[in-house]
C-alpha cells in the first residue's frame, strides 16, 4: 500500500482524500475523505477575478486539510484546481496562497485532464463487472464546468464544457444579487437552452449516444440520488453505486425548480452549501439523460479525487 494524498479544488467545494493504495490489486482504502463548501468561483462567471472573501474561505479549508495530511503521513500530495481558477485573472495569488500552506504548488489542469482523472476514479473498479454495459460515459457536474468521458477500460474522448450548477445558478437565477426563489419560466428556459448549447459542443468531440451506461458524478448528483431514496442524512454508502431513473430524477429536478429556500434546506440530505445551486446542476443531469435516452444514471462517490490518487501510485 502507498498512502497519497488528494485535494480538489473546484469552483465550488474542495475536497481531500487520503487514502491506502495497492496498485496490484486496484484497492484504494480512505483514511479521510472529506468536503468543505468554498464558493471559491463566487462571480468568477461577471468578473474574470476570484474574490477575496472566496480565497480567504478556500485558504482556511487548506490549513485543515493540511493538518489532516500531516496527521495521516501522506507520503504524497497532488493539489488540482479546476474551472473557477484556470478562468480567474489573479490565479498567482491563489496559487502563492497554497503553495505557503500545503508545500506544493496547485496543478491549474485542462478540462480534458480533469476529465481523464474523473473517469479513472469513477470506473477503476468497475472493471471486470459484468453488471454495466460498456461503454460509459462518464458525467461530472461541478460547479463552473462538467465533464464528459465516454470509454470502456480506457478513455476514448473527453470534453469539459463551461455548465456547472454554480455557473447556470448566477448566470440565469441570480437578480441584484438574490437567487430566484423559485425561478421565473423564462429563466428555466434560458438556462436550459444554455445547457443544450453546451452539449452541442459536447457532442462535436464526444460520442455521448454511443454510451451503454451512464454514470454520474459529484455533489448535484449525489444530491439528487439522496433525494431519490429520501435518506433522512447524507449517506454515501447508500449513494455510491445506486441508481435513479430519468422519471425519478424529472420529478425531483421540477420539484427543485418550483421550490423555495426554505424547501431545499428543509431536505435532511441537502448540504447548505448546496440549497441554491442545486436546481441548476439537477437539470444538467435531466438534460444529458435526454439527450442520450439514458434511462437511469448510476451514481458514484468515487471521482476526480480517487483518479488524482491513483495517479500519484
Same mark, same amino acid.
Given at each position: 500500500?502507498?498512502?497519497?494524498?488528494?485535494?480538489?479544488?473546484?469552483?465550488?467545494?474542495?475536497?481531500?482524500?487520503?487514502?491506502?493504495?495497492?496498485?496490484?490489486?486496484?484497492?484504494?482504502?480512505?483514511?479521510?475523505?472529506?468536503?468543505?463548501?468554498?464558493?471559491?468561483?463566487?462571480?468568477?462567471?461577471? !468578473?474574470?477575478?476570484?474574490? &477575496?472573501?472566496?480565497?480567504?474561505?478556500?485558504?482556511?479549508?487548506?490549513?485543515?486539510?493540511?493538518?489532516?495530511?500531516? +496527521?495521516?503521513?501522506?507520503?504524497?500530495?497532488?493539489?488540482?484546481?479546476?474551472?473557477?481558477?484556470?478562468?480567474?485573472?489573479?490565479?498567482?495569488?491563489? @496559487?502563492?496562497?497554497?503553495?505557503?500552506?500545503?508545500?506544493?504548488?496547485?496543478?491549474?489542469?485542462?478540462?480534458?485532464?480533469?476529465? %481523464?482523472?474523473?473517469?479513472?476514479?469513477? !470506473?477503476?473498479?468497475?472493471?471486470?463487472?459484468?453488471?454495466?454495459?460498456?461503454?460509459?460515459? @462518464?458525467?461530472?457536474?461541478?460547479?463552473?464546468? !462538467?465533464?464528459?468521458?465516454?470509454?470502456?477500460?480506457?478513455?476514448?474522448?473527453?470534453?469539459?464544457?463551461?455548465?456547472?450548477?454554480?455557473?447556470?445558478?448566477?448566470?440565469?437565477?441570480?437578480?441584484?444579487?438574490? @437567487?430566484?426563489?423559485?425561478?421565473?419560466?423564462?429563466?428555466?428556459?434560458?438556462?436550459?437552452?444554455?445547457?443544450?448549447?453546451?452539449?452541442?459542443?459536447?457532442?462535436?468531440?464526444? &460520442?455521448?449516444? %454511443?454510451?451503454?451506461?451512464?454514470?454520474?458524478?459529484?455533489?448535484?448528483?449525489?444530491?439528487?440520488?439522496?433525494?431519490?431514496?429520501?435518506?433522512?442524512?447524507?449517506?454515501?454508502?447508500?449513494?455510491?453505486?445506486?441508481?435513479?431513473?430519468?422519471?425519478?430524477?424529472?420529478?425531483?429536478?421540477?420539484?427543485?425548480?418550483?421550490?423555495?429556500?426554505?424547501?431545499?434546506?428543509?431536505?435532511?440530505?441537502?448540504?447548505?452549501?448546496?440549497?441554491?445551486?442545486?436546481?441548476?446542476?439537477?437539470?444538467?443531469?435531466? !438534460?444529458?439523460? %435526454?439527450?442520450?435516452?439514458?434511462? +437511469?444514471?448510476?451514481?458514484? %462517490?468515487?471521482?476526480?479525487?480517487?483518479?488524482?490518487?491513483?495517479?500519484?501510485?
Amino acid at each position: 500500500m502507498t498512502r497519497v494524498a488528494a485535494v480538489d479544488c473546484g469552483t465550488n467545494s474542495i475536497r481531500l482524500l487520503v487514502a491506502d493504495c495497492d496498485p496490484e490489486t486496484g484497492e484504494l482504502v480512505d483514511l479521510d475523505r472529506r468536503m468543505t463548501i468554498v464558493r471559491l468561483g463566487q462571480g468568477v462567471d461577471r !468578473t474574470g477575478r476570484l474574490a &477575496p472573501e472566496a480565497l480567504e474561505r478556500t485558504f482556511a479549508a487548506c490549513q485543515e486539510y493540511a493538518a489532516a495530511v500531516k +496527521e495521516h503521513g501522506a507520503e504524497r500530495l497532488r493539489f488540482v484546481a479546476t474551472s473557477a481558477s484556470r478562468d480567474a485573472e489573479n490565479r498567482d495569488e491563489f @496559487v502563492r496562497g497554497v503553495l505557503d500552506i500545503l508545500g506544493v504548488e496547485p496543478e491549474v489542469i485542462s478540462g480534458d485532464q480533469e476529465a %481523464e482523472f474523473s473517469f479513472t476514479g469513477a !470506473t477503476r473498479e468497475l472493471r471486470g463487472s459484468d453488471r454495466l454495459d460498456k461503454p460509459y460515459l @462518464v458525467v461530472d457536474i461541478g460547479g463552473g464546468s !462538467t465533464e464528459f468521458v465516454v470509454g470502456d477500460d480506457h478513455v476514448r474522448a473527453a470534453r469539459s464544457v463551461d455548465v456547472g450548477c454554480v455557473r447556470m445558478t448566477e448566470r440565469h437565477l441570480v437578480r441584484d444579487g438574490v @437567487v430566484a426563489d423559485p425561478p421565473t419560466e423564462a429563466q428555466i428556459t434560458a438556462m436550459r437552452a444554455d445547457i443544450e448549447a453546451a452539449l452541442d459542443l459536447a457532442e462535436e468531440t464526444v &460520442p455521448l449516444r %454511443e454510451a451503454r451506461t451512464l454514470v454520474g458524478l459529484a455533489g448535484s448528483v449525489t444530491t439528487v440520488s439522496a433525494i431519490a431514496q429520501e435518506l433522512p442524512e447524507y449517506d454515501s454508502g447508500a449513494i455510491h453505486h445506486s441508481r435513479v431513473s430519468r422519471e425519478r430524477v424529472r420529478e425531483i429536478t421540477e420539484w427543485l425548480l418550483r421550490s423555495t429556500h426554505a424547501e431545499r434546506a428543509a431536505v435532511p440530505s441537502m448540504h447548505p452549501g448546496r440549497v441554491d445551486v442545486i436546481a441548476a446542476g439537477a437539470l444538467v443531469l435531466l !438534460t444529458i439523460m %435526454e439527450r442520450i435516452g439514458a434511462e +437511469e444514471v448510476v451514481v458514484s %462517490e468515487h471521482d476526480i479525487l480517487d483518479g488524482i490518487a491513483w495517479s500519484l501510485v
